[in-house]
């Protein structure tokens, strides 16, 4: 029975129809920048050094922001405090910070002028320093901690109330609970969130190298810069470009290997209890997780907001019409996400799906945006003029970027529901639609709002490929800052990044409490 | 789904916009991002041009000079581009060795660079001197790069690899001291607090404290006086000359209208563009006496020696420069 080949649907071709036209979008360009290069060109010694600082810096950001979200998730999971909603949107700001304004807000905590220092020198304590490795992984840390800890909260909250019950009245000892249901859990969603924020650091480039402190904290990323706008060696650009796609390929196969789906039976959704075992000691540790990465994540937010907030009603009207441009273009490509996400996640979740689907969903991270940008302007170049074409172009790649976090949403979600629900759905004979409907999307509402959201802000503060084609009066939020930085109206450029803070905020508050309403119903 | 979706909109927009400037010719500029933007040279050059000229002047911005010439170089013949607008004397001998350029036939009279100019290819439009910004209140300002070197200073600069400044600092050095640019590098290492991707991040160091100094340009003071009459910033004088840097335009090989294109390279060097440069582009203009200057110009700093190279020795100097770079930060 349960070996049983489940019926390929509709939705599942839709679904690998889909992940053709995705892997298509992501690898065209890169052949369209290898055709424009008619070959490649050797890796030079400093690339390959660029390659090693990459996936050390990649590696020890993941596990820090990993090992740090435990704590954190596990301690949202079980306590309930007035404000907890807040803190969980508020919390995943930095995530979709566009990288200048989250470093300076760093900076303005942990720099050499900023408060802790500040705080150390007033007590005499000399200063630290955060320039070098480690302020990059606590930049990484500092941008991907709330991913990390969403993705582990996600799958707290996915155990029914009704085995947290259960363990209650089997009067479990809080290390009952670890072996029962925190290491299940996090066997299962740890290697898939370390996965994915080991792949986000591997392109970074501003973050690595403002604070990396110098050439020495080379990225892949930066090495493709060098060679597309230094040397104009695109056959270099495009092979780096293939480098990371191997990466990618390499990473998502070992963790492959460690990810085991847990299935934790089915319950009938209600909200989760306190957990058992629940010792004063836990609700201290859980208090001071809750504390400490508040403060982490927050401080810095607050000393951008406290930089800007004064300039935002001054703010020219070129930078509200960005801001609307950005809105709209967050909301357009937050649907193509979702769209694209919902049949891909469908298929990888279901029986019928091969191993290595779920990569395609990944290659978007990993893939260079400037390689991307460059092969997508090959791409439609001889068919049209790409400036005009900007926005929709935009508008895609960071639908395409968003759509890993989707699908990191989505897939055990769809799995879970499958795995709770398909059999009942099963002998009530429901198929198609009336199975997607009743048995399976009530169960994806919150990763769907959650996913959702991820992708409406991502989109806002996304800065990649609008660079490369953008034209007059078609700025998006985060390039008007830029500018206004570049044309040294710093107040201006501090008032528009509240603002963008803000809308990203806001939408992705938004999304994820729609995720959260339907997860009621 | 990606080409079905492009062909579409483009053959929509290309429709909409053929109809709307049938009439009139089209030049358009590409040029780097905050010439462009709404605070800096383009909108007024826009409006002064398009008073003379009975066309429509279009402007394409893409990130800075070097992604100027990478964007150029992309699109090779088929570009749109009639007038190149914003690269530099780094990059110039480039651009003309891909085959881009046409020469401009202009003999520009009354250039105010304090070096002479004979590109067959390009024509300034404005220059100015690196240097590196400091406060006013600041005690013991290094009066050259080895005083640099020796003192406590820290600095922000920016990556030669992705920005154009970090890149005329590499030639300022290597211009100033030759054979000896490995030592100064090594030297001034531990003054470098860091490296940024451009200049917008290594300003906004700066200015929220992150270090002593930031390599900007002489006249990045007149913007704090003049736009927010604020006197409290500076820029050090260093006794083995500064580097210049020199930006210029050019006509493309492939412009549609090089008639058209060769008269705003004249427009470029006649008062109407050159009195607009100053206080959106914060350079000095190419073409423009000094007493003609906005006021609080006057107060910036005058570097005794204008260093440069010419552009075919730049393009020579630079790999070497990089490597040499590169060696001494990195350790």
Same mark, same amino acid.
């Given at each position: 029975?349960? #070996?049983?080949?489940?019926?390929?649907?509709?939705?599942?071709?839709?679904?690998?129809?889909?992940?053709?036209?995705?892997?298509?979008?992501?690898?065209?360009?890169?052949?369209?920048?290898?055709?424009?290069?008619?070959?490649?060109?050797?890796?030079?010694?400093?690339?390959?050094?660029?390659?090693?600082?990459?996936?050390?810096?990649?590696?020890? @950001?993941?596990?820090?922001?990993?090992?740090?979200?435990?704590?954190?998730?596990?301690?949202?999971?079980?306590? #309930?405090?007035?404000?907890?909603?807040?803190?969980?949107?508020?919390?995943?700001?930095?995530?979709?910070?566009?990288?200048?304004?989250?470093?300076?807000?760093?900076?303005?905590?942990?720099?050499?002028?900023?408060?802790?220092?500040?705080?150390?020198?007033?007590?005499?304590?000399?200063?630290?320093?955060?320039?070098?490795?480690?302020?990059?992984?606590?930049?990484?840390?500092?941008?991907?901690?709330?991913?990390?800890?969403?993705?582990?909260?996600?799958?707290?909250?996915?155990?029914?109330?009704?085995?947290?019950?259960?363990?209650?009245?089997?009067?479990?000892?809080?290390?009952?609970?670890?072996?029962?249901?925190?290491?299940?859990?996090?066997?299962?969603?740890?290697?898939?969130?370390?996965?994915?924020?080991?792949?986000?650091?591997?392109?970074?480039?501003?973050?690595?190298?403002?604070?990396?402190?110098?050439?020495?904290?080379?990225?892949?990323?930066?090495?493709?810069?060098?060679?597309?706008?230094?040397?104009?060696?695109?056959?270099?650009?495009?092979?780096?470009?293939?480098?990371?796609?191997?990466?990618?390929?390499?990473?998502?196969?070992?963790?492959?290997?460690?990810?085991?789906?847990?299935?934790?039976?089915?319950?009938?959704?209600?909200?989760?209890?306190?957990?058992?075992?629940?010792?004063?000691?836990?609700?201290?540790?859980?208090?001071?997780?809750?504390?400490?990465?508040?403060?982490?994540?927050?401080?810095?937010?607050?000393?951008?907001?406290?930089?800007?907030?004064?300039?935002?009603?001054?703010?020219?009207?070129?930078?509200?019409?960005?801001?609307?441009?950005?809105?709209?273009?967050?909301?357009?490509?937050?649907?193509?996400?979702?769209?694209?996400?919902?049949?891909?996640?469908?298929?990888?979740?279901?029986?019928?799906?091969?191993?290595?689907?779920?990569?395609?969903?990944?290659?978007?991270?990993?893939?260079?945006?400037?390689?991307?940008?460059?092969?997508?302007?090959?791409?439609?170049?001889?068919?049209?003029?790409?400036?005009?074409? @900007?926005?929709?172009?935009?508008?895609?790649?960071?639908?395409?970027?968003?759509?890993?976090?989707?699908?990191?949403?989505?897939?055990?979600?769809?799995?879970?529901?499958?795995?709770?629900?398909?059999?009942?759905?099963?002998?009530?004979?429901?198929?198609?639609?009336?199975?997607?409907?009743?048995?399976?999307?009530?169960?994806?509402?919150?990763?769907?709002?959650?996913?959702?959201?991820?992708?409406?802000?991502?989109?806002?503060?996304?800065?990649?490929?609008?660079?490369?084609?953008?034209?007059?009066?078609?700025?998006?939020?985060?390039?008007?800052?830029?500018?206004?930085?570049?044309?040294?109206?710093?107040?201006?450029?501090?008032?528009?990044?509240?603002?963008?803070?803000?809308?990203?905020?806001?939408?992705?508050?938004?999304?994820?409490?729609?995720?959260?309403?339907?997860?009621?119903? | 789904?990606?080409?079905?979706?492009?062909?579409?909109?483009?053959?929509?927009?290309?429709?909409?916009?053929?109809?709307?400037?049938?009439?009139?010719?089209?030049?358009?500029?590409?040029?780097?991002?905050?010439?462009? /933007?709404?605070?800096?040279?383009?909108?007024?050059?826009?409006?002064?041009?398009?008073?003379?000229?009975?066309?429509?002047?279009?402007?394409?911005?893409?990130?800075?000079?070097?992604?100027?010439?990478?964007? !150029?170089?992309?699109?090779?013949?088929?570009?749109?581009?009639?007038?190149? !607008?914003?690269?530099?004397?780094?990059?110039?001998?480039?651009?003309?060795?891909?085959?881009?350029?046409?020469?401009?036939?202009?003999?520009?009279?009354? !250039?105010?660079?304090?070096?002479?100019?004979?590109?067959?290819?390009?024509?300034?439009?404005?220059?100015?001197?690196?240097?590196?910004?400091?406060?006013?209140?600041?005690?013991?300002?290094?009066? /050259?790069?080895?005083?640099?070197?020796?003192?406590?200073?820290?600095?922000?600069?920016?990556?030669?690899? /992705?920005?154009?400044?970090?890149?005329?600092?590499?030639?300022?050095?290597?211009?100033?001291?030759?054979?000896?640019?490995?030592?100064?590098?090594?030297?001034?290492?531990?003054?470098?607090?860091?490296?940024?991707?451009?200049?917008?991040? *290594?300003?906004?160091?700066?200015?929220?404290?992150?270090?002593?100094?930031?390599?900007?340009?002489?006249?990045?003071?007149?913007?704090?006086?003049?736009?927010?009459?604020?006197? /409290?910033? *500076?820029?050090?004088?260093?006794?083995?000359?500064?580097?210049?840097?020199?930006?210029?335009?050019?006509?493309?090989?492939?412009?549609?209208?090089?008639?058209?294109?060769?008269?705003?390279?004249?427009?470029?060097?006649?008062?109407?563009?050159?009195?607009?440069?100053?206080?959106?582009?914060?350079?000095?203009?190419?073409?423009?006496?000094?007493?003609?200057?906005?006021?609080?110009?006057?107060?910036?700093?005058?570097?005794?020696?204008?260093?440069?190279?010419?552009?075919?020795?730049?393009?020579?100097?630079?790999?070497?420069?990089?490597?040499?770079?590169?060696?001494?930060?990195?350790?």
């Amino acid at each position: 029975m349960a #070996k049983r080949a489940q019926p390929v649907t509709l939705i599942q071709t839709i679904g690998g129809v889909f992940t053709l036209l995705v892997a298509l979008a992501i690898l065209a360009p890169l052949g369209a920048v290898i055709f424009r290069a008619e070959g490649f060109t050797d890796l030079r010694a400093a690339d390959w050094a660029a390659v090693r600082f990459t996936l050390l810096q990649a590696a020890l @950001s993941a596990f820090v922001s990993c090992i740090a979200a435990i704590p954190v998730a596990r301690a949202l999971a079980r306590r #309930k405090f007035y404000g907890r909603g807040v803190y969980i949107s508020l919390m995943g700001a930095p995530f979709i910070l566009p990288v200048i304004v989250a470093v300076m807000g760093l900076l303005a905590i942990f720099g050499r002028a900023g408060w802790l220092n500040a705080a150390l020198e007033g007590i005499g304590a000399g200063t630290i320093e955060i320039y070098g490795m480690v302020g990059v992984v606590m930049a990484h840390v500092f941008l991907n901690l709330p991913l990390a800890t969403r993705l582990l909260l996600q799958a707290w909250l996915a155990v029914p109330a009704e085995r947290i019950r259960l363990a209650h009245s089997l009067n479990f000892t809080a290390q009952d609970m670890r072996r029962h249901f925190g290491w299940p859990l996090l066997r299962a969603t740890l290697p898939g969130a370390a996965l994915v924020i080991f792949l986000i650091c591997t392109t970074s480039f501003a973050v690595a190298l403002i604070l990396g402190g110098g050439p020495a904290a080379t990225t892949i990323e930066l090495a493709i810069y060098q060679a597309f706008q230094f040397d104009f060696d695109l056959g270099r650009a495009a092979l780096l470009g293939m480098v990371q796609v191997a990466i990618c390929v390499g990473a998502g196969l070992i963790v492959w290997r460690f990810a085991n789906a847990t299935e934790f039976g089915g319950g009938l959704d209600r909200p989760a209890l306190s957990w058992p075992g629940d010792r004063p000691l836990s609700r201290g540790i859980d208090g001071a997780a809750l504390i400490l990465a508040g403060a982490f994540l927050l401080l810095p937010l607050a000393a951008v907001a406290g930089q800007g907030i004064g300039a935002v009603t001054g703010l020219p009207i070129s930078t509200w019409e960005a801001a609307l441009r950005s809105v709209l273009l967050a909301l357009a490509s937050t649907t193509l996400a979702v769209t694209l996400a919902l049949p891909i996640a469908l298929l990888i979740a279901g029986k019928a799906a091969r191993a290595g689907l779920e990569g395609v969903g990944l290659l978007s991270i990993a893939v260079s945006p400037l390689v991307i940008g460059t092969g997508l302007f090959l791409i439609v170049f001889p068919i049209a003029n790409p400036v005009t074409l @900007s926005l929709p172009i935009t508008g895609l790649v960071n639908a395409l970027v968003a759509l890993p976090f989707l699908l990191r949403a989505l897939i055990p979600a769809a799995r879970q529901a499958e795995a709770t629900q398909g059999r009942l759905a099963d002998a009530l004979g429901m198929r198609g639609m009336a199975r997607l409907r009743h048995a399976i999307l009530p169960r994806l509402g919150r990763p769907l709002g959650f996913g959702a959201g991820l992708a409406a802000a991502f989109s806002m503060g996304d800065l990649g490929v609008i660079a490369l084609f953008s034209a007059q009066g078609q700025e998006t939020l985060p390039l008007e800052m830029y500018r206004l930085f570049g044309s040294y109206r710093t107040n201006d450029a501090q008032g528009a990044a509240v603002l963008l803070m803000a809308l990203s905020l806001g939408m992705f508050w938004l999304f994820d409490q729609g995720g959260r309403a339907n997860a009621a119903s | 789904m990606t080409l079905t979706n492009t062909t579409i909109i483009a053959a929509g927009l290309t429709l909409v916009t053929g109809a709307a400037f049938a009439q009139e010719p089209v030049l358009t500029v590409y040029t780097y991002d905050s010439f462009a /933007s709404d605070w800096g040279p383009g909108p007024g050059v826009e409006v002064a041009f398009e008073e003379i000229c009975n066309c429509d002047l279009q402007f394409t911005a893409t990130g800075d000079g070097a992604a100027l010439l990478a964007r !150029l170089r992309l699109e090779g013949e088929r570009s749109d581009a009639d007038v190149v !607008l914003g690269l530099d004397t780094n990059l110039t001998a480039a651009a003309v060795e891909a085959g881009l350029m046409a020469e401009h036939g202009i003999t520009a009279e009354g !250039l105010t660079l304090p070096v002479a100019w004979d590109d067959p290819h390009f024509l300034p439009f404005d220059w100015g001197y690196f240097a590196f910004v400091h406060r006013a209140s600041m005690e013991n300002v290094p009066g /050259s790069f080895e005083a640099l070197a020796a003192s406590e200073t820290s600095v922000v600069i920016q990556d030669p690899r /992705s920005s154009t400044p970090g890149l005329g600092l590499l030639m300022w050095v290597q211009n100033a001291y030759g054979d000896d640019a490995p030592a100064i590098w090594e030297a001034l290492a531990d003054n470098v607090v860091t490296v940024t991707p451009g200049w917008s991040e *290594a300003y906004g160091l700066f200015l929220d404290g992150e270090a002593d100094m930031v390599l900007s340009y002489t006249t990045s003071p007149a913007y704090h006086l003049i736009a927010e009459e604020d006197d /409290s910033y *500076a820029s050090a004088t260093f006794s083995e000359g500064h580097y210049m840097q020199i930006e210029v335009g050019g006509v493309l090989q492939t412009a549609d209208n090089p008639e058209l294109a060769q008269q705003f390279l004249d427009f470029m060097v006649s008062p109407a563009f050159q009195a607009i440069i100053p206080e959106t582009n914060w350079m000095y203009p190419a073409a423009m006496p000094a007493e003609s200057l906005p006021d609080g110009f006057e107060t910036l700093a005058q570097p005794e020696t204008a260093l440069i190279y010419p552009a075919a020795e730049a393009a020579a100097v630079r790999d070497e420069a990089l490597a040499t770079w590169q060696n001494a930060l990195s350790q």
